[in-house]
């Protein structure tokens, strides 16, 4: 069983979130007092990646339950949680989960039954990375050299990470050469999570900054480009942090597999294509500077998209915790989100 010390987000008589924002400078734990402060922290950053901002949101539904436990009140905070970022569809799951956990229980019992879905999911995702980490690990039979952008780690999830999940299996199993990891602009997830928790493992890591991949590829330095993703449309696309896309076409042309390591969560059979996929844009300020640096002029126009949307023919697989998605399409991906 694979194992980390890394968790973005626990549960001590209330929700405490690790604020992702100030690594790797300091750890912070925040406390979640409520559904409201919970929506500010995801949007702000405090947590981030699909599953962990999942879990954020169903641990606040059980704070909030706890609190006051009326049905008509507690399905206004779902939908306030389920809207708090609009991509990764695994917060409206999550979401949706403990709030049918609460409508099943009788008042002054919702708050228990809130708690105990909120933890379910929390262990239902540690399992899911753990598999994941295995049928991912699979898929490359020699020792390897990966490189991985954003943070699909510990961080992002309830357990050792998707696509850092088979990093992590690759390493205990002595079959990892090096992991490289993409700096990530605008807020460098890449450089300040992903560095961060390989380190706290002892795995070692190098990082690029976003427009040296392409030079990294082309010396054939890597073998595999492992990724996570924030939603999975019903043909395969695949949305993702920005910067996703163009190092699937770089992977394509240099003949290197690129692999997306995502919990059946992430899926959405709803979501038709790519390009029904919701993305969200954020404030210019997280390019115009970075913490207290100025890096344009302040009255300069931003593009901020948070993500991308990569099509399947660019994908060598998709791996789940109920298997694996190759060749990525309609069928396989129905297969594996059964």
Not at 6 to 24: A, E, I, K, Y
Not at 172 to 194: D, F, I, N, S
Not at 311 to 338: F, K, N, T, W
Request: net charge positive.
């Amino acid at each position: 069983m694979l194992t980390t010390d890394v968790t973005p987000l626990r549960w001590r008589d209330g929700l405490q979130l690790l604020d992702q924002r100030q690594l790797p400078g300091r750890a912070v734990w925040v406390e979640i007092a409520d559904a409201a402060a919970a929506v500010r922290a995801i949007r702000s950053l405090v947590v981030r990646g699909a599953p962990a901002i999942g879990l954020a949101a169903a641990y606040a539904m059980a704070a909030e339950a706890r609190r006051n436990d009326d049905m008509r009140r507690l399905r206004r905070v779902a939908r306030a949680l389920a809207a708090a970022r609009p991509t990764a569809t695994n917060l409206a799951v999550a979401v949706r989960h403990v709030l049918t956990a609460c409508e099943g229980a009788p008042a002054g019992e919702r708050g228990a039954a809130a708690l105990e879905a909120a933890r379910r999911l929390h262990q239902a995702d540690a399992a899911a990375c753990e598999a994941i980490a295995c049928h991912g690990a699979a898929l490359f039979r020699q020792p390897v050299a990966l490189l991985t952008h954003c943070n699909a780690g510990a961080l992002a999830t309830g357990g050792v990470g998707t696509a850092l999940g088979v990093v992590r299996a690759l390493h205990a199993q002595g079959r990892l050469v090096h992991v490289y990891a993409c700096e990530t602009r605008p807020v460098l997830q890449g450089a300040r999570l992903t560095a961060w928790e390989l380190l706290e493992d002892g795995i070692p890591v190098t990082v690029l900054v976003d427009s040296a991949a392409a030079t990294l590829l082309a010396r054939g330095a890597v073998q595999g480009v492992v990724v996570g993703a924030d939603r999975i449309a019903a043909d395969g696309a695949v949305a993702n942090k920005v910067g996703t896309y163009p190092l699937a076409v770089l992977a394509a042309r240099h003949r290197v597999p690129l692999v997306v390591a995502a919990p059946t969560t992430t899926f959405d059979l709803n979501c038709p294509n790519g390009a029904a996929i919701p993305i969200e844009e954020r404030g210019g300020e997280e390019v115009r500077r970075f913490r207290r640096c100025r890096a344009c002029p302040s009255g300069v126009g931003v593009f901020n998209p948070a993500f991308d949307v990569t099509p399947p023919e660019l994908m060598y697989a998709i791996v789940s915790e109920r298997g694996v998605a190759c060749p990525v399409d309609a069928a396989s991906v129905r297969q594996v989100a059964g």
